[in-house]
């Protein structure tokens, strides 16, 4: 069986000669750890990302089969991006940088991670009209001039790609990413702005949401009225942290869900059964809402400290609720006994069906090169 074969078989509750070993992509300073320490090229540290042919080649020298965020992007953002500017520069040698979203940043040498907010171009009536609504119009150049992987190379979807994609001839299991829904907004807004203009003005904060969701929905009907195929659909929020969702669920339900119902609909037309949702956090409440609205599959199911795992979600919701995520990848910075005892609390979930495991999120620069080669082997030996 091919590795497509082998996740449409476990997502299906159907039997398959062996478990694919997944990841969720690396940190790039893990590569570059990686990389110093002999064990890629600098030139694969720095060229990676998602999906692309060096996260492939990656995947094949560690032991695992693929990144499950191997998707076919199209620009579905705002567009153009804003012009990354410094907007003010300080002694110690921070910055504050207008990124492309149009937020102001506070950069630090040396820091690593998301970095603090300071400001929102995006803020009122006002600047919504001005900055951001012509920035979230169709058109076919959105899809056009985006990259397809095939698996030797990155070609344009109307230069190759999308004739690749419509020969449906990979033994690679291939996404099509039809965006986010709220956690973008979130995003241009910052979490405090957004829950204050729901208050204030919540018939923009509705404009809004329709806005991004549609232009969502028209590049992913223009891709798949072109006869491309792929594997599953898959969104990404990002909008919960430990305690729970950055929104409530009421209003997440409410403003939200429909988009939802109405972009599952659209690709389950096109064959597309397998819908997965990349959100970090304590995602519990907001379960019920993807479920009802046609996502089956939850991503990256991360460990955190309050140790989410598909066993009690499968216990609530059954065989609808599939998974991807919830391996500890904390343990590639301990030793091989802790990788075998993760490897074992594994084992009773793969048990369960529709699930494959897979680190919690991005491989950190704690993880060692071994370690990870390890677990890979040992996977494939144990749970194969």
């Given amino acids: 069986m091919t590795n497509r074969e082998r996740v449409k078989a476990i997502l299906h509750y159907e039997d398959c000669d062996r478990l694919p070993i997944v990841h969720f992509g690396y940190w790039r300073e893990t590569l570059r750890k ?51 500017e410094v907007v003010a520069e300080f002694p110690d040698g921070s910055k504050h940088v207008r990124d492309g979203n149009g937020v102001v ?30 920035r979230l119009r169709f058109s076919s150049e959105r899809v056009d001039e985006a990259l397809v992987n095939t698996g030797r190379d990155m070609v344009p979807f109307n230069a190759g790609g999308k004739e690749f994609l419509q020969s449906d001839d990979r033994d690679f299991h291939y996404g099509l990413f039809v965006g986010s829904l709220f956690g973008q907004i979130r995003d241009w807004l910052g979490v405090e702005n957004t829950a204050y203009l729901y208050a204030d003005d919540p018939d923009l904060f509705r404009e809004i949401i329709d806005t991004s969701a549609e232009l969502r929905f028209e590049c992913a009907k223009y891709v798949l009225e072109t006869g491309a195929k792929f594997d599953f659909a898959h969104f990404w929020e990002d909008i919960c942290f430990k305690n729970g969702p950055l929104v409530s669920p009421s209003v997440f339900n409410e403003f939200v869900g429909p988009h939802y119902k109405r ?5 389950a037309g096109y064959g597309i059964d397998i819908v997965s949702v990349d959100c970090d956090g304590w995602i ?36 609808e609720l599939r998974g991807v995520g919830g391996m500890r990848k904390y343990v590639f910075a301990q030793d091989r006994v802790a990788v075998d005892a993760e490897v074992e609390r594994l084992k009773p979930l793969v048990g369960l069906g529709g699930y494959i495991p897979c680190p919690d999120h991005r491989i950190a620069p704690d993880a060692e090169w071994d370690n990870v080669r390890y677990y890979c082997d040992k996977m494939h030996r144990e749970l194969s």
């Fill in 34 to 84: 990686w990389a110093d320490e002999g064990h890629i090229a600098r030139e694969q540290a720095e060229g990676w990302a998602d999906g692309n042919v060096i996260d492939l080649e990656l995947s094949r020298m560690l032991g695992f089969d693929f990144n499950w965020y191997s998707n076919f992007h199209t620009a579905n953002g705002i567009l153009p991006g804003f012009e990354c």
């Fill in 105 to 134: 940043v506070l950069q630090k040498p040396g820091a690593h991670g998301i970095p603090p907010e300071i400001g929102h171009t995006l803020k009122d009536r006002a600047s919504w009209e001005e900055h951001y609504k012509h």
């Fill in 263 to 267: 972009l599952t609909e659209l690709v």
């Fill in 284 to 319: 519990d409440s907001l379960i019920p809402t993807w479920l009802e609205n046609g996502v089956n599959t939850m991503f990256p199911i991360e460990v955190g400290t309050w140790n989410a795992s598909i066993a009690p979600w499968r216990e609530q919701y059954g065989k």
